[in-house]
């Protein structure tokens, strides 16, 4: 059982540089979403997906951009890195409209130099 | 405006001792919440959830209590074992809200042998 699968699992960016975090759920779960870890600040909603061609903004959206590109697959793209994005990145997946949790990947670790 | 938080970001128990976790909201419209257990370098792993209508939900070792009236819930982890050592996170979930997770910030439970 894979689960949710991100890669990669580290990366070294520099400033102004452009990335492109993937991210794979095979539990055919309608809703995906992105989050940032920060110390002592949880995690923060960056972009979510309810379906399948549907997005919306989190709580941290600004500098990010986001793709659903199936219902398998949902990316989260860093057009001009900024040394304030640097984080630990984690994906998650769930059905929505039940009470099922929400599954998350073993994160991306970012560095933006 | 953090909606969901948890005060305590450390807490150093005994081995075979109880653990107590504390978390607090300011959302009376949350339908569920619910406790993810992380490990360094892994994703957030659901633990335990309990239903805004319910005061307490017991699964082995672990018990959440609900007090709608303080808006406060606890974790309770009985008996304590070293593997239980991770970061626990506190999470509310309104179900209108496209299953959109509010984490608290964490806390990080040491259990010593």
């Known amino acids: 059982n894979a689960g949710v699968t991100q890669t990669p699992k580290f990366q070294v960016l520099k400033t102004g540089q452009s990335m492109t975090l993937q991210c794979a759920q095979d539990?055919?779960?309608?809703?995906m979403y992105w989050y940032r870890q920060d110390p002592g600040m949880g995690l923060r909603l960056i972009y979510y997906?309810?379906?399948?061609?549907?997005?919306d903004k989190g709580e941290v959206p600004n500098g990010y951009n986001v793709s659903r590109l199936n219902k398998r697959e949902f990316s989260l793209r860093l057009e001009s890195a900024a040394p304030s994005q640097t984080s630990v990145y984690f994906c998650?997946?769930?059905?929505?409209?039940?009470?099922?949790?929400?599954?998350f990947g073993d994160g991306t670790r970012l560095s933006i130099l | 405006d953090q909606q969901v938080k948890q005060n305590s970001p450390s807490l150093s128990v005994q081995e075979g001792r109880i653990s107590i976790l504390n978390c607090d909201y300011t959302n009376s419209m949350f339908d569920y919440f619910l406790w993810y257990k992380k490990y360094p370098a892994e994703g957030p792993t659901f633990l335990i959830s309990?239903?805004?209508?319910?005061d307490k939900n017991e699964d082995g070792r672990f018990t959440v209590f609900l007090n709608k009236s303080a808006k406060h819930l606890s974790l309770h982890i009985v008996p304590s074992q070293p593997g239980d050592s991770a970061v626990y996170f506190c999470?509310?979930?309104?179900?209108?809200?496209?299953?959109?997770?509010?984490f608290g910030q964490g806390t990080t439970l040491q259990v010593k042998p």
């Open positions: 997906s309810a379906s399948e061609g549907t997005t």
């Open positions: 998650a997946s769930t059905q929505t409209g039940t009470a099922q949790p929400q599954h």
């Open positions: 309990i239903s805004s209508i319910k």
């Open positions: 539990m055919n779960h309608n809703s």
């Open positions: 999470a509310a979930i309104r179900f209108s809200n496209t299953g959109k997770l509010i």
